[in-house]
Structure formats: C-alpha cells, structure tokens
C-alpha cells in the first residue's frame, strides 16, 4: 500500500507539522476540522509538501527525518516561499 508524508503549514500562525497517511486530502480535511490535538490550535492548514512511498514503513521514517533537526532545517529553508507565495494568493483574492 502507497503511504505518503506530508507537510502542511499556517500562514497566519507560521507552523508547520508534519505527518503520515495513505490519505493525506482526507487528513487535511481531519487536520482542518480539529480533530487532530495539535493541529485544531492553528486551523487553517494547507498542504505543501507531499511525498509518495511504497510502504508505511518508509513513510515513517522520512517522517522522522522531517522532524529531526536536519529535517527542520529543510523544511524551514526549502518552505519558506511558500508562506510568502500562499500570503500573496490569499491577498490577491
């Protein structure tokens, strides 16, 4: 089965989580309607970042690596446009 790790991130708030699913427009949908504890404090989320891999196994541990703090590092550098460009979108609208 197809796992994916995803990473959805706040404009408004400017965090970042980060998580495993075989479904992740479904967990956005969860994520976005608070039934995730950490998630529900900084409703709205979108998705930015979407990996596909061929077991849950490997989603995990690129999941864990996202979380580490080599992992961070990336995410913050390589993600940073796109708060900018979200921000943009959503002013231009």
Known sequence: MKYFVYILKNIEYEKTYVGISNDPDRRLKEHNSGKSKFTRK???WSIV??????SRKLAREREKYFKSAAGRRRIKS????????????????
């Open 42 to 44: 900084f409703i709205p």
């Open 78 to 93: 390589q993600f940073e446009n796109a708060h900018v460009a979200q921000l943009d979108r959503a002013t231009v609208s």
């Open 49 to 54: 970042y979407k990996e596909e891999l061929d």
